[in-house]
């Protein structure tokens, strides 16, 4: 047995310390929203924020998540309560099929909060390294540029706020 | 016995001639500034020439600052004697070179030498292109004559004293610039011959490769021994080799063309630009190049070409079987086998899958920089370029853990003994990333 931090509560899982956390958040924990892409941390899909960092939980074994911080996109917002970058992604009607789109918010989401007022370019390359084949990448820019907005006038970074 | 006042008059004698001597070593007259030529006056054919050998210089490495516009220069170049900003090379009349005549293009190229008369930093490796053709600087300048003009003024340099006085680089070149243009060595095949007319000259291969001495000039009894460049570490490219398998002419010529070889690994750091630059010139050239480099690494002592041989074979037999248990490194094979073993231990070599790292010259190489840049940075291509990809482990990983994996690597992966400092050099990693940001727009 190992302890996860995960969405600001401990939990308890039987996993190999080789096990990627993206097993243990899909399988262990039910917190579907970080996809299976590739498996070889080559489309984003899987990322979720670890003490702050958008991180591919695909290659990142759970050894070495002793002590730290694991949030996904289910730590974010909830369907009554989304989160600033959800309602930005939702508002902007940023996915289509919608199987990266998880993994592009908790990356934005991590930008964001270490960088409130990206500029294009720096939005661009922060997202170079996530695939999205329907072609949503329009739209995902200006989510990027709402959820900014939205950050500074509207809530509190997400990270401060507890959701229910 | 001498009067004081002939001692007098010898001494003064001595001091003007002195002068006079130092003044015809430092002293570079101006060359007249001509109206730009139009570009139309260059012959179209020229111009692609100048392309191709401005690939294959490498220009636009330094003289263009990431995302910003093409030959603008301001790319800070950073020295153990200060930093040096790279200059405009656009034909703008005011603060490019559009004022400069061809002369004045050509001595530049040959000695160092700006049209006003200013020696120039050896930053700009005229050590190197002194051996360019005439042939080939007029094509050059016909290329760069021709490009957009950009108003972009000259960035100071940071430099102390007494490096901040230009006339010091007199002396350096009086100590280590060899002007002259090639000669062939006629034992040799055509190729061969211009392979070396390239490296020796306008590539410059040895400006990264060569270590330098404590004047910044390079070894040349060393002759592309390895040297360290942009916190990368360039490999020797001679029988120092690191590489577990030796290269040969068909590998170098693969590798260079296209950023990877499936027995090497990838190119990284700036030898991505170089390769990026050389996929878009004449094949001939890049032939010539390997050709002359394979020469330059020599036939392989009989021992190392039977590891080589032995280390391909164990690849071929993918998936490989990482040595398990017993390293003494717990932590460090836990890692491998946790993170990077689902790709470098996989069924797909590169560029699908990750090199079986017992062929990786990284993880063979004098000190884990290079392996510490790739771990934390991992392997991106850059917009618009075909490559393998790698994802970074520096949010995922501490520096001790990276540490622990790099140390586990050299001890399974390499014949070469520990590596000192490994931790230390992973702390300078992460604190001064290595990355392509450094040619970023500042």
Redesign the interface.
């Known amino acids: 047995m190992m302890k996860l931090n995960v969405n600001g509560s401990d939990r308890q899982v039987d996993a190999d ?4 956390l993206l097993y243990v958040l899909r399988d262990d924990l039910q917190l579907n929203a970080a996809k299976f892409g590739c ?4 489309c984003g899909s899987c990322t979720v924020i ?2 702050g ?4 939980s695909c ?3 759970v ?2 998540l002793e002590g730290r911080k694991v949030t996904t996109l289910e730590g974010l917002g909830t369907i009554e309560a989304p989160a600033p970058i959800q309602r930005a992604f939702i508002e902007e009607q940023a996915a289509q099929c919608g199987y990266c789109i998880a993994g592009m918010m908790m990356r934005a989401q991590a930008l964001l909060q270490r960088n409130s007022k990206p500029t294009e ?1 720096e939005i661009r390359a922060e997202l ?2 996530h695939l999205c084949r329907c072609g949503t990448h329009m739209r995902i820019l200006r989510a990027m540029h709402r959820a900014a907005k939205l950050m500074q006038t509207a809530d509190a970074s997400p990270t401060q706020r507890r959701t229910p | 016995m001498a009067s004081p006042r002939m001692i007098g008059g010898i001494v003064a004698i001595a001091v003007i001639a002195g002068a006079i001597a130092a003044a015809a070593i430092v002293w570079r007259p101006a060359i007249a500034a001509i109206e730009p030529p139009a570009p139309q006056s260059f012959d179209s054919a020229l111009v692609k020439r100048g392309r191709d050998l401005a690939d294959i210089g490498n220009c636009n490495d330094c003289h263009t600052v990431r ?1 910003a516009k093409d030959f603008a220069g301001g790319l800070a170049v950073p020295t153990p004697f200060g930093i040096i900003y790279s200059s405009n090379i656009t034909p703008d009349p005011e603060t490019g070179i559009g004022r400069w005549s061809e002369a004045a293009f050509r001595r530049a190229m040959q000695s160092g030498v700006d049209r006003d008369g200013r020696h120039l930093y050896p930053t700009f490796p005229y050590d190197h292109f002194t051996h360019v053709s005439d042939e080939d600087d007029r094509a050059l300048y016909a290329y760069l004559m021709t490009r957009r003009p950009v108003h972009a003024p000259a960035r100071d340099n940071q430099l102390s004293f007494p490096f901040n006085q230009r006339l010091v680089v007199a002396g350096w070149k009086l100590l280590f610039l060899r002007p002259g243009s090639y000669q062939p060595d006629l034992t040799k095949s055509t190729e061969w011959n211009r392979g070396a007319y390239l490296v020796e000259g306008l590539a410059h291969c040895g400006a990264c490769h060569t270590p330098r001495n404590a004047l910044g000039a390079e070894r040349t009894r060393a002759a592309f021994a390895g040297g360290d460049v942009d916190d990368w570490h360039a490999f020797a490219i001679n029988s120092q080799s690191p590489a577990p398998v030796p290269w040969d002419a068909d590998a170098l010529f693969m590798y260079l063309r296209q950023g990877w070889h499936p027995d090497h690994g990838v190119a990284r750091g700036p030898m991505a630009q170089v390769v990026r630059n050389l996929s878009d010139v004449p094949e001939s050239d890049v032939r010539a190049i390997a050709t002359y480099i394979a020469d330059m690494f020599g036939a392989p002592a009989p021992d190392r070409k039977r590891r080589g041989d032995d280390l391909l074979a164990r690849a071929a037999s993918r998936p490989a079987q990482p040595p398990s248990g017993g390293s003494g490194n717990a932590g460090g094979e ?2 491998y ?3 990077c073993a ?2 470098h231990g996989g069924e797909r070599a590169p560029p699908y899958g990750g090199i079986d790292l017992a062929l990786s010259s990284a993880i063979s190489g004098p000190d884990a920089r290079n392996a510490a840049n790739t771990v934390l940075m ?1 392997i ?1 291509p850059r ?1 618009g370029e075909r490559g393998p ?3 970074g ?1 520096a ?3 501490t520096d001790q ?1 990276i540490a622990a994996l790099l140390t586990y690597l050299r001890a399974s992966f390499s014949h070469q003994p520990p590596w000192t400092d490994t931790a230390e050099i992973v702390r300078n990693a992460r604190d001064t990333p290595a990355d392509a940001s450094k040619r970023d727009r500042p």
């Open positions: 310390p080789d096990t990627p498996g070889l941390g080559q670890v003490d960092k958008a991180v591919l290659v990142t074994p050894v070495l370019a170079g390294l | 995302g836990a890692l086998a946790a993170a689902s790709c991992g991106r917009e990809i790698m994802p482990f949010d995922s990983m853990q």
